[in-house]
């Protein structure tokens, strides 16, 4: 009688999530970490109640155009700050990542910071790893219905949190506690509480991992910026293996063992879930929890510690270290650059300006004096604070006039005023059909409030 054959096996093109269930560590990385994690949300949930001359202290006002961060008020006119700090924080990502690899990753990133967050209400509502494991492959029953809903009514409540604080760096936020207190919230700004809300409750709630191994691109291009003495996280193969069980005491170079005791420990504390022991990994985010729960397991087996431990490449093939290498010193320097120019641009910015806009409808005309004259049209944005007077003049050419409609000259704060400029000057003063003149802008009463524009003047010329 023929058999039949066995079906062919078959393989999914992707495979099915894994839930992971970190194990909690303690040690002092453990403890940087959470150091990390509660200044981090600290500055994030306190920040929008401080208070600066009668104002919010940060508060990004995009309706009125204008930023103010403590003292600071900058415009949309000041964007070059804005670009100069994206480009310095990219460096700060190259510098730190070419000397401490994923540090950002593991401990400032804030998908790290706010799962670290969740994953704590969540070990207090519903116990430890082997609790929480046993919870969700347990029957339904009530009290796992009572203790899940607990979790997410806990997580919902601080997600919303989350999204109201968020829209309180661009609404201040006791305009929009009074909003909400009166059911009166905006359209944008709804949207823009439930939108956070709902990110912080996806990614940090119920993706956790997958954000930084699927979505995140830093995992993908970070081998562009790690060499042979980037820092690492690490284990030691040549100490540990073989690995195996054996009982406390045992000297494991008589029983033929390696200092590795196969516990696992390090894979059940990983947020990631990746076995160390296999290598790097671009799925490690250098959060050393799996560093601290070796350190343990070494001291209860009276071992040395360091089986896993932060290394680099050339430590671990016997090799010297180079902190200070080319790459290193290329990405200082240019972060000491950028540095200088957005510190010197801060400190030597003038909260005003001067738009010059030389009416084009005619080239000149002649006045009945017998004078070339010239029409500008100026506007005056006034960035500080407080409203000054300020004093017009022009230079350039010899004996000019200048005629304003208005001399007296006040621009409140935070406001632009237009006016009407009139130059004259003698025809035979004129060195050439069209060149250059200034105007110099100076507040009456704040000395430090000056500024230039450049224009050009048109006239018959000289034959």
């Given at each position: 009688m023929q058999q039949k054959s066995p079906p062919p096996e078959t393989q999914g093109l992707y495979a099915a999530h894994r839930k992971i269930y970190p194990r909690?560590?303690?040690?002092?990385?453990?403890?940087?970490?959470?150091?990390?994690?509660?200044?981090?949300?600290?500055?994030?949930?306190?920040?929008?109640?401080?208070?600066?001359?009668?104002?919010?202290?940060?508060?990004?006002?995009?309706?009125?155009?204008?930023?103010?961060?403590?003292?600071?008020?900058?415009?949309?006119?000041?964007?070059i700050y804005l670009a100069a700090l994206l480009i310095l924080a990219g460096m700060s990502l190259f510098f730190f990542t070419a000397l401490f690899g994923r540090v950002w990753c593991g401990y400032a990133c804030p998908q790290t910071v706010w799962t670290e967050a969740y994953l704590w209400m969540e070990r207090k509502i519903e116990g430890n790893r082997q609790q929480r494991i046993k919870l969700d492959k347990g029957p339904s029953s009530a009290a796992r219905i009572r203790t899940k809903a607990l979790k997410h009514m806990i997580w919902i409540v601080f997600s919303l949190w989350t999204g109201f604080t968020f829209v309180g760096y661009f609404t201040p936020i006791d305009v929009l506690a009074d909003k909400l207190a009166a059911a009166s919230l905006g359209p944008w700004e709804t949207f823009w509480i439930l939108f956070y809300s709902f990110a912080t409750y996806g990614n940090a709630g119920f993706m956790r991992e997958q954000v930084c191994l699927y979505m995140c691109p830093y995992a993908r291009f970070q081998s562009a910026m790690f060499d042979a003495n980037t820092l690492i996280v690490a284990y030691h193969p040549e100490r540990g293996e073989p690995r195996g069980s054996r009982r406390r005491g045992i000297d494991p170079r008589q029983a033929g063992l390696g200092d590795c005791i196969d516990c696992s420990i390090c894979v059940q504390v990983c947020p990631t879930g990746i076995d160390i022991r296999d290598g790097l990994q671009y799925e490690c985010i250098a959060c050393s929890a799996c560093i601290d729960a070796c350190d343990?397991?070494?001291?209860?087996?009276?071992?040395?510690?360091?089986?896993?431990?932060?290394?680099?490449?050339?430590?671990?093939?016997?090799?010297?270290?180079?902190?200070?290498?080319?790459?290193?010193?290329?990405?200082?320097?240019?972060?000491?650059?950028?540095?200088?120019?957005?510190?010197?641009?801060?400190?030597?910015?003038?909260?005003?300006?001067?738009?010059?806009?030389?009416?084009?409808?005619?080239?000149?005309?002649?006045?009945?004096?017998?004078?070339?004259?010239?029409?500008?049209?100026?506007?005056?944005?006034?960035?500080?604070?407080?409203?000054?007077?300020?004093?017009?003049?022009?230079?350039?050419?010899?004996?000019?006039k200048l005629v304003l409609d208005h001399p007296d000259i006040e621009v409140a704060a935070g406001t632009v005023q237009q006016l009407i400029a009139r130059i004259q000057a003698d025809e035979f003063k004129l060195e050439s059909r069209s060149q250059s003149v200034s105007f110099h802008l100076q507040a009456v009463d704040a000395k430090h409030l000056q500024t230039v524009e450049e224009a050009r003047f048109v006239g018959p010329g000289r034959n």
């Amino acid at each position: 009688m023929q058999q039949k054959s066995p079906p062919p096996e078959t393989q999914g093109l992707y495979a099915a999530h894994r839930k992971i269930y970190p194990r909690e560590v303690s040690g002092r990385f453990a403890r940087l970490r959470v150091l990390s994690v509660v200044v981090l949300l600290g500055i994030y949930y306190l920040t929008p109640f401080l208070r600066w001359d009668g104002r919010q202290a940060v508060l990004f006002d995009l309706p009125a155009r204008k930023f103010y961060i403590f003292g600071l008020t900058l415009w949309p006119q000041d964007f070059i700050y804005l670009a100069a700090l994206l480009i310095l924080a990219g460096m700060s990502l190259f510098f730190f990542t070419a000397l401490f690899g994923r540090v950002w990753c593991g401990y400032a990133c804030p998908q790290t910071v706010w799962t670290e967050a969740y994953l704590w209400m969540e070990r207090k509502i519903e116990g430890n790893r082997q609790q929480r494991i046993k919870l969700d492959k347990g029957p339904s029953s009530a009290a796992r219905i009572r203790t899940k809903a607990l979790k997410h009514m806990i997580w919902i409540v601080f997600s919303l949190w989350t999204g109201f604080t968020f829209v309180g760096y661009f609404t201040p936020i006791d305009v929009l506690a009074d909003k909400l207190a009166a059911a009166s919230l905006g359209p944008w700004e709804t949207f823009w509480i439930l939108f956070y809300s709902f990110a912080t409750y996806g990614n940090a709630g119920f993706m956790r991992e997958q954000v930084c191994l699927y979505m995140c691109p830093y995992a993908r291009f970070q081998s562009a910026m790690f060499d042979a003495n980037t820092l690492i996280v690490a284990y030691h193969p040549e100490r540990g293996e073989p690995r195996g069980s054996r009982r406390r005491g045992i000297d494991p170079r008589q029983a033929g063992l390696g200092d590795c005791i196969d516990c696992s420990i390090c894979v059940q504390v990983c947020p990631t879930g990746i076995d160390i022991r296999d290598g790097l990994q671009y799925e490690c985010i250098a959060c050393s929890a799996c560093i601290d729960a070796c350190d343990e397991v070494m001291d209860k087996m009276t071992y040395p510690r360091g089986l896993i431990r932060y290394t680099t490449e050339n430590s671990t093939l016997g090799k010297p270290q180079r902190m200070l290498r080319p790459r290193v010193m290329v990405y200082a320097t240019i972060l000491l650059l950028l540095c200088g120019f957005l510190a010197s641009g801060l400190l030597l910015r003038v909260p005003l300006q001067l738009d010059v806009i030389r009416d084009r409808n005619a080239l000149y005309r002649e006045t009945p004096d017998g004078l070339i004259e010239n029409v500008y049209t100026l506007k005056i944005l006034n960035m500080d604070e407080q409203s000054h007077r300020y004093q017009l003049t022009a230079s350039g050419i010899d004996d000019l006039k200048l005629v304003l409609d208005h001399p007296d000259i006040e621009v409140a704060a935070g406001t632009v005023q237009q006016l009407i400029a009139r130059i004259q000057a003698d025809e035979f003063k004129l060195e050439s059909r069209s060149q250059s003149v200034s105007f110099h802008l100076q507040a009456v009463d704040a000395k430090h409030l000056q500024t230039v524009e450049e224009a050009r003047f048109v006239g018959p010329g000289r034959n």
